[in-house]
């Protein structure tokens, strides 16, 4: 199984600055990568997908980058409504897919 | 619009089964696969299974193997989610999530586009 390794687990950032996650697969997942935005009580948004490729209506200031084994997601200027729980995931096994296990963005 | 509307929540007892509906509309639900995934409270994601409403395949997580059974309905639209044999570690919010792409245009696996909005599943005696 590919295990997903993102870091760090709390991230606390200014509004308006940049926030940068990471994300580690323990094999090569080629760009088969994405990432979610969880927010309480909702279920997660997609965000990027084939690492780098941002979703339907996905502001811009969202952006993925990294192939093989390091990814990164990218927020170029933090919003009050960016503020939640990032996830990576992986669908190059497939047919198994594994999640990382988040990184909780806070206002700091 | 396109969505997944799934069954509200239940409790059960240790041991005992718990069906999850995943309702599908705005799209035709034969070409996209729909898979399950559940989150503990506090807790992240863990992928259970996936299957293809089309034909019916199915795969699913090891650690889910002989106790989770996924199945359709093709003329309602509705995917589930059979849980067998709970435990109090079963407790968690269920979501059924699309594949991105059709699914004979997937080369290797898929992003989940569409989500539905949860299922809680309380296993308590």
């Known amino acids: 199984e590919i295990v997903m390794t993102q870091s760090p687990a709390t991230l606390s950032v200014s509004p308006g600055e940049r926030a940068t996650l990471s994300c580690r697969a323990s094999?090569?997942?080629?760009?088969?990568l994405a990432w979610y935005q969880q927010k309480p009580g909702q279920a997660p948004r997609l965000l990027i997908y084939?690492?780098?490729t941002r979703a339907t209506g996905i502001p811009a200031r969202f952006s993925g980058s990294g192939s093989g084994t390091e990814f990164t997601l990218t927020i170029s200027s933090l919003q009050s409504e960016d503020f939640a729980v990032y996830y990576c995931?992986?669908?190059?096994?497939?047919?198994?897919?594994?999640f990382g296990q988040g990184t909780k963005l806070e206002i700091k | 619009q396109v969505q997944l509307v799934q069954s509200g929540a239940e409790v059960k007892k240790p041991g005992a089964s718990v069906k999850v509906s995943c309702k599908a509309s705005?799209?035709?639900?034969?070409?996209?696969?729909i898979n399950w995934v559940r989150q503990a409270t506090g807790q992240g994601l863990e992928w259970m299974g996936w299957m293809n409403p089309n034909s019916g395949n199915t795969g699913y997580a090891q650690k889910f193997q002989g106790r989770v059974t996924m199945t359709r309905n093709t003329s309602i639209s509705t995917a589930y989610m059979e849980l067998s044999s709970l435990r109090s570690e079963d407790t968690a919010v269920y979501y059924c999530a699309r594949g991105k792409l059709r699914y004979f245009e997937r080369v290797r696996g898929d992003a989940f586009d569409i989500w539905g909005q949860g299922t809680m599943v309380t296993v308590s005696s």
């Open positions: 094999q090569s997942v080629s760009s088969n």
């Open positions: 705005g799209y035709t639900f034969t070409s996209y696969d």
């Open positions: 995931q992986q669908y190059n096994n497939w047919p198994t897919y594994t």
């Open positions: 084939g690492a780098s």
